[in-house]
């Protein structure tokens, strides 16, 4: 009965290399969200999608694609891994309620490591 | 134990005290502020949150205190028990999504 699960929670590959990482909420949120948690702890968001919706886009290499076939999954493809993608990466969810932006729960993390 | 005035990232912390944790916010526009808890290998957990139109709201041994004049937010946790050794985060936003973090604060339980 997970609320928001990821796939995987280890992945380790070489630079250059394309890989995805999944994301899915059983809370019925319609709200979802991708955040890079770097060596030093500092949570920084990269991508956030409401209905399906992309609704922020921070300032991240192109290199990396959300993709959400529905409200409940939000998908990461991150194409030509470099050594400094090397980072715990959340995914979160939430339901705006009314016009104020709601509590934001998150996922176990997926740790990636880029050789 | 208390994280006095500027954020400090470590806080070591006697069983059965209190803790203060502090962080300052930068944007005078936030208008709903979380703290939330990293255990080792997990994710950030909610603990308890606050809106602008509040200065203080208590949870389960927590309280959080909101000074919008000097853009401060404080975690107070009653009884520290050796589970509340984790990373604590304060979080901003200024209803458009986007929750700004801070840096961190380590807080250590000692027996």
């Known amino acids: 009965d997970t609320a928001v699960s990821q796939t995987p929670k280890y992945l380790v590959t070489q630079m250059g290399n394309d890989k995805s990482i999944k994301c899915e909420q059983n809370l019925g949120h319609d709200t979802m969200y991708w955040y890079k948690q770097d060596s030093k702890k500092f949570l920084k968001i990269m991508f956030s999608?409401?209905?399906?919706?992309?609704?922020i886009n921070e300032t991240v290499p192109n290199r990396f694609s959300p993709k959400s076939p529905d409200k409940a999954h939000l998908n990461l493809h991150i194409n030509s891994l470099e050594l400094g993608d090397s980072a715990v990466y959340f995914c979160?969810?939430?339901?705006?309620?009314?016009?104020?932006?709601?509590?934001?729960?998150f996922g176990p993390g997926t740790r990636l490591t880029v050789l | 134990g208390e994280s006095v005035g500027l954020h400090l990232p470590t806080l070591s912390v006697q069983e059965g005290d209190n803790s203060i944790i502090n962080c300052a916010y930068s944007n005078s526009a936030s208008d709903y502020f979380i703290w939330y808890k990293q255990e080792s290998g997990k994710g950030p957990q909610f603990i308890i949150d606050i809106r602008s139109n509040m200065d203080k709201r208590q949870g389960q041994r927590v309280t959080v205190l909101l000074n919008k004049t000097v853009k401060h937010l404080s975690l107070q946790i009653a009884a520290t028990q050796p589970g509340d050794s984790a990373v604590y985060f304060c979080a901003e936003t200024a209803n458009d999504y986007k929750l700004s973090f801070g840096a961190g604060t380590t807080v250590t339980v000692r027996a």
């Open positions: 979160a969810s939430s339901h705006p309620s009314g016009v104020s932006t709601d509590t934001q729960y």
């Open positions: 999608y409401n209905n399906k919706e992309l609704i």
